[in-house]
């Protein structure tokens, strides 16, 4: 499968982005996909994930409440609605996904199989 992570940009803290990962050579019923974030230096960081089988999600706990993830099968699509953007969100976001991963390793970057190319999100103060 290949991945297609898209719509970042530059927006202002307090404002909202949604980032899309659109798959494609396989269809993303099979799949769990999880959004991953990169700053300069530092270590990829988990930001959540969405488990292939009845679409549970799961988030890094210091985004909860902001971050929402969603997909829409039918358009072979998994979304990353980003609320309340501070500007220590700044990153370029990475979507990824697998078909064997088990819910215990979704925050494991190491556990995807596939990854999209990132998208680079900067939120100004």
């Known amino acids: 499968v290949q991945l297609q992570a898209s719509g970042g940009g530059l927006v202002q803290t307090g404002t909202s982005l949604r980032l899309s990962c659109v798959a494609s050579?396989?269809?993303?019923?099979?799949?769990?996909v999880g959004w991953f974030r990169q700053t300069p230096g530092k270590e990829r960081e988990f930001v959540g994930a969405?488990?292939?089988?009845?679409?549970?999600?799961v988030y890094a706990d210091s985004l909860k409440g902001r971050f929402t993830i969603s997909r829409d099968i039918s358009r072979n699509t998994v979304y990353l609605q980003m609320n309340s953007l501070k500007p220590e969100d700044t990153a370029v976001y990475y979507c990824?996904?697998?078909?064997?991963?088990?819910?215990?390793?979704?925050?494991?970057?190491?556990?995807?199989?596939?990854w999209g190319q990132g998208t680079l999100v900067t939120v100004s103060s």
């Open positions: 969405i488990f292939r089988t009845g679409g549970t999600t």
């Open positions: 050579g396989s269809t993303l019923r099979g799949y769990s």
């Open positions: 990824a996904a697998s078909s064997r991963i088990i819910y215990s390793s979704l925050g494991v970057s190491s556990s995807y199989n596939y």
